[in-house]
Each structure stands twice: as C-alpha cells, then as structure tokens.
C-alpha cells in the first residue's frame, strides 16, 4: 500500500518569503513516480511536475525547486520569492511504476497563503 | 489542445435522486481516470479507462456508482440514490501514454451537493 502525508495543513507567509511544502511518502514498491499539484481557488489541479524514484537530482524551474531525497521518502518543494499568486492547495502524489497500476495517491494537502 | 471538461460544474440534488456527470478529456488522451475530493482532503481514485475498457476501480466505488466511456472517448459517471455522504468534488483526469509518461491532466471538476 502507499501513502503520502503532507504534515503541513496551512502555511502563512508574507511575499517575498521562501517557503518549503514538505512531503513524505511510504511505499513498498522500489520504482515509482512522485507529482506536485496546484489547486488555486477555481479548483482546477494544476500538474507542476513528476519525478522519477531512480532519478534523485534535485530541479529548479524559476521560483519552483523540488527535493527528492529517497532515504527519508521525502519529495519537498520550494518556492523562492513567493507571490500573492502562489496562493494555492499544493498536493503531493506517488504512483507505482507496474504494468496496469495508473491511481494516483495524493496527500491531504498543504493550503499556502501568500499575503501582500 | 483544449482542456479536459467536466459538465455540470455544479449540482444540487436532493437524496435519494440519481445524478450523472459527464467528462470531456483532451482529445486523443485514451486514459481516463475518475476521482473524488471531499474538504479538506486530496482526491481519491475512484476508477480509471483504457479505451473504452474499465480496467480499475476503487473499493470506493459502492454500487451506487457506475462509471462508463462506451467509445473511448468521452465518459459518464452516475451516481445513483444519492446521500449526503456523496456531496464532494468529482475530478475527471486524462493521460496519454504517448506524451508527458503518463501525466495526468485534471478538469476543473462537478461540486455535487446532496440536501
């Protein structure tokens, strides 16, 4: 079975501030994928990005930078300079790589409010 | 390409009544995948299609809940004998094993609520 918690219900932070959405996960499969969502305030997720459990490099993409650490099952997700607009519900998934497994397990979820 | 869309984007509905929902996914996506999100809580997986074949679903789905996407495109959910415990979210996500290693990309979901 897997699991993902997100042990961080809501965070506040002023613009401008870095913020860090922890992430860890427990799983008995030795390949899988791990996702960011977003879900601003219209509801719409939002794919951010997917990493795979062979492939450790940490990456950055603009303000956005994620942590794969596999000893701790840990995947966090930075955002550098935050923004008003980064208000959102930030969810984190895991899904087995096997033949026929497509669910997604997400987290409960970690409700970020930027304030100007 | 066009998004994946859900319709009706709200419903009210008393308990008791049945209720369908429908889901539109980005066009040449042959993944269709179902899901529920209650407050507060990230979604569940409720049932997923290849095609037009039902190849997963959760224990979550109780027989109340009948999933279909009869030419492999498009795709129903219909709950039946609806309860207050059915209000939530239902997100419809689509994939394409072709592009993106099989990102799942999310409609903008049906609010059900049950009076």
């Known amino acids: 079975a897997q699991k993902v918690t997100q042990a961080q219900t809501e965070i506040s932070v002023v613009e401008k501030e870095d913020v860090t959405l922890d992430c860890v996960y427990e799983?008995?499969?030795?390949?899988?994928?791990l996702f960011w969502y977003k879900q601003p305030p219209s509801g719409e997720l939002v794919f951010l990005i997917r990493r795979n459990s062979f492939d450790e490099q940490n990456e950055i993409s603009g303000r956005y930078s994620w942590n794969f650490q596999k000893s701790t099952s840990s995947f966090n997700f930075t955002i550098t300079a935050s923004q008003v607009v980064d208000s959102a519900v930030y969810f984190c998934?895991?899904?087995?790589?096997?033949?026929?497994?497509?669910?997604?397990?997400f987290g409960q979820g970690t409700r970020l409010t930027i304030n100007p | 390409d066009t998004g994946v869309s859900q319709d009706p984007r709200h419903k009210i509905t008393k308990r008791g009544q049945n209720v369908t929902f429908r889901c539109d996914p980005i066009?040449?996506?042959?993944?269709l995948y179902w899901y529920r999100q209650t407050l507060g809580q990230g979604p569940e997986f409720l049932t997923y299609f290849q095609n037009e074949a039902q190849l997963e679903k959760s224990r979550l789905l109780s027989d109340r809940f009948s999933a279909e996407r009869p030419k492999g495109s498009f795709s129903t959910l219909e709950i039946q004998r609806t309860e207050q415990g059915d209000s939530a979210m239902y997100l419809c996500?689509?994939?394409?094993?072709?592009?993106?290693?099989?990102?799942?990309?999310f409609g903008p979901g049906t609010r059900l609520t049950v009076t």
């Open positions: 066009s040449e996506h042959n993944r």
């Open positions: 799983t008995r499969d030795t390949t899988y994928y």
């Open positions: 998934a895991l899904r087995p790589i096997i033949q026929g497994a497509q669910k997604l397990v």
């Open positions: 996500a689509s994939s394409s094993p072709g592009r993106g290693e099989y990102e799942q990309y």
